[in-house]
T-cell receptor, first 114, second 115 residues
Framework: AQSVTQPDIHITVSEGASLELRCNYS??????LFWYVQSPGQGLQLLLK??????LVQGIKGFEAEFKRSQSSFNLRKPSVHWSDAAEYFC????????????FGKGTRLSVIA | KAGVTQTPRYLIKTRGQQVTLSCSPI?????VSWYQQTPGQGLQFLFE???????NKGNFPGRFSGRQFSNSRSEMNVSTLELGDSALYLC??????????????FGPGTRLTVL
């Protein structure tokens, strides 16, 4: 069964600074990989997803993620963080067969300071 | 197009009671999934439905059940509530695909508190 690890529970960055959120997955083949964001009191919103093709994926709100098969990682990046990016970020892994459910990491809470 | 709606948004129940939560997917979406979100366990998968059929079920006790109607609306039921069932219950819909591969659109959730 697949699994996801987000090593950082909480990250604080200054507005305008760059951001990288880490995600490591465990799966036998190439999985579907997702990043979702959850603002306080809201449901989750998809930022980007990857299955095949270019390993650098562009998403909404200026986010991008890079799939590195050798490291089993799918880290999320943003060159310049805005105060409105403060939220909880979830990495998720899914099997291409669809026979097992999507598995989410425990999330990383991002705080943005002035 | 309206998003995923969940009712009620907040619910307070006592131990031993039962509760029914409702989810209306985005118009045209045929797949609905449910998740339980708690601070300790994070997001855990409950069920996935497609065209009224349960496609996947998470590792939850039989007190948790669900169903999907012909109009794709879905309900989940929790019987004999326990304190540990206090959580945010999220519903997500997707167009046709599987929850593990398709983009899911989440509702705002139902916050259940069990006293």
């Amino acid at each position: 069964a697949q699994s996801v690890t987000q090593p950082d529970i909480h990250i604080t960055v200054s507005e305008g600074a760059s951001l990288e959120l880490r995600c490591n997955y465990s799966y036998g083949a190439t999985p579907y990989l997702f990043w979702y964001v959850q603002s306080p009191g809201q449901g989750l919103q998809l930022l980007l997803k990857y299955f095949s093709g270019d390993t650098l994926v562009q998403g909404i709100k200026g986010f991008e993620a890079e799939f590195k098969r050798s490291q089993s990682s799918f880290n999320l990046r943003k060159p310049s963080v805005h105060w409105s990016d403060a939220a909880e970020y979830f990495c998720a892994v899914g099997s291409p067969s669809g026979n097992t459910p999507l598995v989410f990491g425990k999330g990383t809470r991002l705080s943005v300071i002035a | 197009k309206a998003g995923v709606t969940q009712t009620p948004r907040y619910l307070i129940k006592t131990r031993g009671q039962q509760v029914t939560l409702s989810c209306s997917p985005i118009s045209g979406h045929r797949s609905v999934s449910w998740y339980q979100q708690t601070p300790g366990q994070g997001l855990q998968f409950l069920f996935e439905y497609f065209s009224e059929t349960q496609r996947n079920k998470g590792n939850f006790p039989g007190r948790f059940s669900g169903r999907q109607f012909s109009n794709s609306r879905s309900e989940m039921n929790v019987s004999t509530l326990e304190l540990g069932d206090s959580a945010l219950y999220l519903c997500a819909s997707s167009l046709n695909g599987r929850a593990s591969t398709d983009t899911q659109y989440f509702g705002p959730g139902t916050r259940l508190t069990v006293l």
